[in-house]
């Protein structure tokens, strides 16, 4: 007897060691105003283990561009106002209310009273300022700066009182309400001294003391292992609690585990060692639902993403660069009836087919039917026909030699490459597509895969390339992320890199019309200009739009209240409310 | 000879003719795409049906299913049985590079198709393609061979003939060839070329680099026999009656290094094919869509592929068939000539 007790001990102390008692929600105190999610239950307890394909970078919101990094930095922090990843609308966050002045220019933002950082120091105005200052700081060159300087001018914070806080922005801006996403509140308080000392941006990396890292998020910092894991452990004084009044999160710690790859991860999760996959490939979620029953996951298919995956031609100004060989080729791809006639001969069945295994849509626009606040419906999806488009080239002055090659106007052979990532292979099946596809028409295409960095230098730099796969899009269904894309001077204006003037009136004309949705506050009116504006790219195809994957996601049977979404974080978004579910609790219908 | 080597011999010679003529074995083109059917599953043959047993084999089509709800999975269209034909007409090819002909070894009416080894994600007949990609990959491997024993005999001649500081330096420079990561050395020397390189010129890239990275072997062996041989008495005697040195290398020393060169080469051949598979592998070879072993065997890089579709494992045992066919020609050479070798 005495030695099964001290067996019990043991393993006690054993697992005690391994899970560390995990801190216990704070009982809500008066005065504090907590966010109520009325449609949430769950039980406490348990945790939950992610396979991420890299290790992150840094633990710094402010300095994080990395996929990796923003994910585990999301479950730390807090923003103001947050999209409800499952509506796609603005919700209240950390500021619980929010009013804009008529001219759309002033925002006057209510904070929860009484809410604490995860360290317990209790959150104010102060805090907002100081965020905001950091982000803005040219000397910090955050990433998300570029959205919050508007016409050159920054945006002005200024403190009312402890509680309340106004922006001031130098013109209107539609939906400026959304920019609040995804900027983390910072501790003023742990991180002014950094700022102030001029090391800001090492402050909070991976080798940061649990201690010194604390946030608004869900959870807080518990512990880092090189190269293993990162863990985080709920955080006692957050601010939302479910439909009873339980401060969430559920979870007692969420494990981050660097598994290498997606592969790696779909063989991770079907080991049973994580507990949930997301961005998972048409093949991977085919391969999980195969094995659905042995498993007993859950399996997610939310639809079309809002990526949209394109083919780009190098239209990029190459004077003063020694590029003849390039620059020769583009007398082709500046003509719109050769992209036109390349467009018909798409055939984006096969690629939805072969690609994504019947789990992605062909698109012909920027915009896909996963956006449905912004799609605009009357873009044509023309069959293919590679008739049409020998009609197209043919008219345009092309011909064809005895042996079927396609020769332009000048006699000579129409043969170029496209380089894409190696590590994508939806891409490089796509090439592989296109190249035949293209082969109908007389054209040569060489398929080149080059490592990622490779290429995106390539496209971003040194302009080196002739035609390129590439993909963009995802990160919210608004427009006016896109704007570096469709603006000419964007940094993101993929086909014609640095323009100083629009190089054509429909650039001038698309232009235009981003910058008027950008300040146009009424929906209707919003949507009337982008709806031009799709139609303009849609008609003179800077990119060839071919297709957009399926967001999917898979989690183990264990998880609860598991709702993934089609914007990034596709399944960590309600980290908060994720629970283990316990059949035995559930069966007795407690919950 | 005895019986095994005729039979190692036939099958190597077998090897290499239908490699040699993959455009009459295969039935289909290798780069044609049929996106109706891709990764299907290769076709089996059938003699019997309900009527009872036939000697001519049949096949039936895949059609493809919706498996609850998802696409990709194949079943036969029993509807209609489709005989097997033989010296059948189908898309046109050039036998031995030069004669355009249309007559394939079999195949069965079209839209039905035969696919000994399934299809890739492309719905490529994987048969055809591992036969015209065999022609690339066996023939990186032969040509790299003679590279690499052309280079290496003559400077392992020379090295153990000459001896002294030509020998010193020489082997030298075989130990800092021995000790050049090869494969990150590839990797470097691929960022420097154009983007695009034609297949024919791919391929000599590929043969010669391998080729000269692999010298350094054939000649230290070469050397040490040479120099052991090279005081023996009947090439003292030779030297003695007035042979010059071309006279002794050619007459005396050539012979006696003749059976080692054949069991290297034996040895290196599917090395050699090893490598250009890893190279192509990692795409540094030819590429798509022109087959080879190597960048077929690539989309086995995603588990999902490697786990669902065995039958694109079929480079990789045809890689097996040819390695052990070449190492028991190795051997026998080795045990005919009493030579030297690794």
Known sequence: MKLIARLTLHVCLLTGACFAAAPVPDAAKPGEELARLAEVSGHYGGHLTIGERAEPKTLNPVTATDAVSREVIGRLMGDLIEINRSTQQTEPALAKSWKISPDGRTFTLQLRKGIRFSDGHPFDADDVVFSFNVYMDEAIDSPQRDLLIIDGKPILVTELDQYTVRFALPRPYAAAERLFDGLAMMPKHLLEKPYREGHFIQAWSLNAQAAEVAGLGPFRLKQYVPGQRIAVE???????????????????????????????????????????????????????????????????????????????????????????????????????????????????????????????????????????????????????????????????????????????????????????????????????????DLSHLGMQVHVVPLEFRAMIDRVFQSFDYDAAIMGLGGGDADPNP?????????????????????????ERELDQLMQQQMVTLDYTKRKQLYDRAQQLIADNLPFVFLGTPNILASASARVGNFHPAVIDPYTLWNADELYIRDPARENAGVR | MRPKTVILITCLAGLHLILLCAGFFAPYDPTTQ?????????????????????????????????????????????????????????????????????????????????????????????????????????????????????????????????????????????????????????????????????????????????????????????????????????????????????????????????????????????????????????????????????????????????????????????????????????????????????
């Open chain 1, 234 to 436: 709920r955080n006692p004084y957050y601010w939302k609690v479910d439909r009873e009044n339980q401060r969430l999160p559920y979870l007692d710690e969420l494990v981050f585990l660097f598994v290498g790859t997606e592969d790696a991860q779909v063989m991770r999760f079907e080991a049973g060692e994580t507990d949930i996959v997301s961005r998972l490939s048409s093949e991977n979620y085919n391969l999980l639902s195969r094995e659905k029953s042995r498993l007993g996951s859950q399996l997610a298919d939310m639809g079309p993403s809002l990526e949209y995956n394109f083919l780009l031609f190098n239209l990029n100004d190459l004077n003063g660069k020694k590029l003849d060989e390039v620059a020769g080729k583009q007398a082709w791809f500046r003509d719109l009836k050769f992209r036109q006639a390349i467009s018909a001969a798409v055939d984006r069945d096969s690629i939805v087919r072969l690609v994504y295994g019947a789990r992605g849509t062909a698109l012909w626009g920027n915009v896909g039917p996963g956006n449905k606040l912004w799609i605009n419906p009357n873009i044509p999806h023309p069959q293919r026909s590679v008739e049409t488009a020998r009609q197209l080239l043919k008219s345009a002055g092309y011909s064809w030699n005895q042996s079927g090659q396609l020769l332009d106007t000048a006699g000579r052979p129409v043969e170029f490459s496209i380089i894409t990532s190696s590590s994508n292979s939806q891409r490089m099946k796509m090439a592989t597509l296109l190249q035949d």
């Open chain 1, 482 to 506: 896109e704007m570096n894309v469709w603006a000419f001077a964007g940094t993101s204006h993929l086909w014609h890199l640095g323009e100083t003037k629009p190089a054509s009136d429909w």
């Open chain 2, 34 to 342: 049929d996106r109706e059917l891709p990764y299907a599953p290769p076709t089996r043959i059938h003699f019997k049906d309900d009527s009872g047993f036939h000697v001519r084999p049949f096949v039936y089509a895949w059609t493809s299913v919706l498996d609850g709800d998802q696409a990709g999975s194949y079943k036969e269209d029993t509807s209609r049985e489709l005989p097997l034909d033989f010296f059948v007409r189908g898309p046109s090819y050039k036998l031995l590079g030069a004669y355009i002909t249309t007559v394939h070894l079999f195949g069965v009416d079209a839209p039905g198709k035969v696919l000994l080894f399934g299809t890739d994600g492309y719905g490529r007949d994987e048969f055809s393609r591992v036969l015209f990609g065999g022609q690339i990959s066996v023939a990186a491997g032969i040509t790299a061979t003679f590279i690499a024993l052309l280079t290496g005999s003559i400077f392992g001649i020379i090295a153990g003939y000459y001896g002294r500081w030509i020998d010193e330096s020489l082997m030298g420079v075989t130990e800092l060839f021995l000790s050049l990561p090869w494969l990150y050395f590839l990797l470097g020397v691929r960022a420097f070329l154009p983007l695009h390189l034609s297949t024919l010129r791919t391929f000599f890239l590929l043969t010669s680099v391998i080729g000269l990275i692999g010298w350094a072997r054939p000649a230290r062996l070469v050397r040490g026999l040479v120099l052991s041989s090279r005081n023996r008495n009947y090439v003292l005697a030779a030297r003695g009656f007035g042979g010059s040195d071309f006279y002794i290398l050619r007459r005396h020393l050539l012979p006696e290094v003749l059976g080692l060169l054949l069991t290297q080469a034996a040895l290196l051949v599917p090395r050699y094919i090893a490598a250009e598979v890893t190279l192509s592998f990692f795409g540094l070879g030819v590429n798509e869509p022109v087959p080879s072993w190597g960048n077929m065997l690539s989309t086995l890089q995603q588990y999902s592929v490697l786990v669902s579709y065995g039958w694109l494992l079929a480079p990789a045992c045809a890689l097996v068939v040819t390695s052990v066919l070449y190492s028991s020609l190795a051997d026998m050479f080795h045990s005919r000539l009493k030579s030297y070798s690794t």
